[in-house]
Nanobody, 114 residues
Framework: VQLVESGGGLVQAGGSLRLSCAAS????????MGWYRQAPGKQRESVAT???????NYAGSVKGRFTISRDNAKNTVYLQMNSLKPGDTAVYSC?????????WGQGTQVTVSS
């Protein structure tokens, strides 16, 4: 399974970005999908996850500002990020589970300027 993220970039504080992550090459149904981020000098952290059935979970720091969604027909997961803050600056990566195996994308840079 290959994952390709898109939609990162540079935005001013208070702005919005929408990330996309498309999975290809899966032979079975993609189960949970999620977005993670890693800022320089920090550990990777979970941002948001969504099950195949649509149940979501968010990190406290992004709750109310970020929305995760998915299109099962397209094997694509999205992350709508609003009210961005400089502290959201990081490399954002998506992952996907298929039959207990986890796959990762290469990541996309999000930079929020103050």
């Amino acid at each position: 399974v290959q994952l390709v993220e898109s939609g990162g970039g540079l935005v001013q504080a208070g702005g919005s970005l929408r990330l996309s992550c498309a999975a290809s090459g899966s032979r079975f149904s993609i189960d949970a999908m999620g977005w993670y981020r890693q800022a320089p000098g920090k550990q990777r952290e979970s941002v948001a996850t969504v099950t195949r059935g649509g149940s979501t979970n968010y990190a406290g720091s992004v709750k109310g500002r970020f929305t995760i969604s998915r299109d099962n027909a397209k094997n694509t997961v999205y992350l709508q990020m609003n009210s961005l803050k400089p502290g959201d600056t990081a490399v954002y990566s998506c992952n996907a589970y298929e039959l207990g195996n986890v796959y990762w994308g290469q990541g996309t840079q999000v930079t929020v300027s103050s």
